[in-house]
């Protein structure tokens, strides 16, 4: 249900409370150019592509495979572009304020499905269930081979818009010597939320998700300013896992997925959440495939961190996968002030996508 009155707002981010994001609905009505949904490209096998099946001669050795023995259906190999590499290393250099940290660490891409033109929500459940263990495996793997890395993202660019080069299905994992700063940020205030209320920030917006209702009122009028019903940001909720459409969304079509019970580190993840997490993965991906005609998205998996300094989080942190579908570009504005602005308002979205019905 569209809303009766343009949205006007500032949202905090309950979890990274300097991070904001202004829903300006009436912005959605300003003239722009219509533009067709971008072409995906469906084919099973492309000749010339890398990372199809018969064409392994054309990547680096597979680092694993799944199934291990048998036509592959998950491959892992190296990146041949990495941002971040092991083939060497040098010290840190500190040359008055300006500082580096050597680039150290690996960077991998797992060639999600062997066919080429697979989308998520077209890929059956026990496969997606697959492609979770193996992010689990090489997490779990990279933490072990270097003390070194403190962080290993699992991420995927899905489309020209999300950054993804290669049309194939793919994603792609990195470990690094540093915490990534957005991380960092959740891990901090979470952890400062947990000191003062002696609970998880994360599991208090699931409870709320699932309990919470209210209706505001104008002072003077008497009219009714907002309402929240229970379950109006919930897209999907499975046995173990639950979708969220954010309140503080920074995209308009911006999806998380949770744990419902509290569960800090991905790698303590077992096969049966993996299998609840795919149904809900893949459920979520299909309403967002048919609101947005074709989703060019980025989705990125993020766990606690590891190292000597990162102990103590395993009761404020719980790990979550954020789901990012790229409709705009960012402006001038929000690349300078910081500030996310969002066209159509999180009640609204999650409404159409909980709308959409699925076989």
Not at 120 to 132: D, I, K, P, R, Y
Request: charged fraction near 25%.
């Amino acid at each position: 249900m569209k809303n009766e009155k343009p949205v006007r707002e500032i949202r905090i981010n309950p979890i990274v409370p300097t991070e904001s994001v202004l829903v300006a609905t009436a912005r959605s009505m300003r003239p722009k150019k219509a533009e067709a949904p971008a072409p995906r490209d469906t084919r099973r096998h492309v000749d010339t592509c890398p990372f199809c099946v018969g064409n392994e001669s054309m990547t680096p050795p597979a680092i694993a495979t799944y199934p291990a023995q048998g036509p592959w259906e998950i491959r892992i190999v190296e990146n041949l572009y990495p941002v971040l590499g092991d083939d060497r290393e040098n010290p840190n250099l500190n040359l008055g304020l300006q500082q580096t940290i050597d680039g150290y660490g690996r960077h991998e891409v797992i060639i999600d499905h062997n066919s080429h033109g697979a989308a998520v929500h077209e890929m059956t459940e026990s496969h997606l269930a697959l492609l979770f263990g193996a992010y689990r495996a090489r997490m779990e793997q990279l933490y072990s081979s270097n003390r070194r890395l403190r962080y290993v993202l699992v991420f995927k660019n899905f489309g020209p818009a999300a950054g993804a080069s290669i049309a194939h299905t793919h994603s792609q994992i990195i470990g690094m010597p540093v915490v990534p700063d957005n991380v960092q940020a959740e891990v901090v205030n979470s952890r400062a939320y947990f000191t003062k209320n002696h609970r998880c920030i994360f599991c208090s917006l699931i409870d709320e998700a699932l309990t919470f209702e209210a209706t505001f009122y104008d002072r003077e009028s008497g009219e009714i300013r907002r309402r929240i019903d229970v379950g109006q940001f919930v897209i999907e909720r499975g046995e173990r896992f639950i979708a969220i459409k954010p309140f503080a969304s920074r995209y308009e079509w911006e999806v998380h997925i949770l744990p419902l019970t509290h569960h800090a580190d991905f790698l303590e993840s077992t096969a049966e959440d993996h299998a609840d997490l795919a149904r809900v993965l893949r459920r979520t991906m299909a309403r967002l495939d048919a609101v947005l005609g074709g989703a060019q998205y980025n989705y990125f998996l993020h766990s606690v961190p590891h190292g000597e300094d990162s102990s103590g989080n395993a009761a404020s942190f719980h790990w979550h996968l954020e789901i990012c579908p790229r409709t705009t570009i960012p402006s001038g504005f929000e690349l300078g002030s910081g500030l996310f602005v969002n066209t159509i308002s999180p009640e609204e979205a999650a409404g159409t996508l909980r709308a959409v019905v699925l076989e």
